[in-house]
Nanobody, 122 residues
Framework: QLQAYGGGLVQSGGSPRLSCSAS????????VGWFRQATGKEREFVAA????????VIGDSVRVRFTISRDNDKNTVFLQMNSLKPEDSAVYYC?????????????????WGQGTKVTVSS
């Protein structure tokens, strides 16, 4: 089971950090990705990290501003968001994929969290 949290109302330019926690003891065997979906828009890939954190992939629209990391001792993956813009407003979802590789394709993920909403005020 995955749980994403850390969202809320943020001012433009803010730097919140989202967390994705898992209850499974095998969490370290999973790659984790973040996706977001704004109202009326398609789901968008944000970032992904390999099972041991040695490989990360960042989506084009957030490159440079967002980073992803993980702490397997705490079964948690983090999405650090910097210099937020109103267009970053969305529900952010984390997802887990068993195995070594990272992917931006949502259909390749096995488990999904419930999402946390981020609203960026201008």
């Amino acid at each position: 089971q995955l749980q994403a949290y850390g969202g809320g109302l943020v001012q433009s330019g803010g730097s919140p950090r989202l967390s994705c926690s898992a209850s499974a003891r095998t969490f370290s065997s999973y790659a984790v990705g973040w996706f977001r979906q704004a109202t009326g828009k398609e789901r968008e890939f944000v970032a992904a990290i390999s099972w041991n954190g040695d490989r990360t992939v960042i989506g084009d629209s957030v490159r440079v501003r967002f980073t992803i990391s993980r702490d397997n001792d705490k079964n948690t993956v983090f999405l650090q968001m910097n210099s937020l813009k109103p267009e970053d407003s969305a529900v952010y979802y984390c997802a887990a994929k068993y195995g070594l590789g990272t992917t931006a394709t949502p259909e390749e993920y096995d488990y999904w969290g419930q999402g946390t909403k981020v609203t960026v005020s201008s």
